[in-house]
Nanobody, 115 residues
């Protein structure tokens, strides 16, 4: 059974930082592209960042220079360090695992950025 379990969300003030974690089980973690997406209230889910099995990363333009994605294959965990958070980044953040056409999603963790 595949599980992606996000943690680390919460309430933070504008300009603050949070570190999200996603622990994966039931997959060959080191083979998967791992990503983070987010969905703000009333909006569609959008891409935030991804990291390949080899450690290559790419980011949405809106988070470049502020967010950092990383992975620890020994712990089957992917992280998202978020700095200089903005109020409009309040959203549910979802972990994603992808290998070819196979995709898994976590249930999400809520990040609330207050002004």
């Amino acid at each position: 059974q595949v599980q992606l379990v996000e943690s680390g969300g919460g309430l933070v003030q504008t300009g603050g930082s949070l570190r999200l974690s996603c622990a994966a089980s039931g997959i060959m973690f080191n083979m998967y592209v791992m990503g983070w997406y987010r969905q703000a209230p009333g909006k569609q889910r959008e891409f935030v960042a991804r990291i390949t099995s080899g450690g290559l990363t790419n980011y949405a333009e809106s988070v470049k220079g502020r967010f950092t994605i990383s992975r620890d294959n020994a712990k089957n965990t992917v992280y998202l360090q978020m700095n200089s958070l903005k109020a409009e980044e309040t959203a549910v953040y979802y972990c994603n695992a992808q290998l070819g056409l196979v995709t898994y999603w976590g249930k999400g963790t809520l990040v609330t950025v207050s002004t």
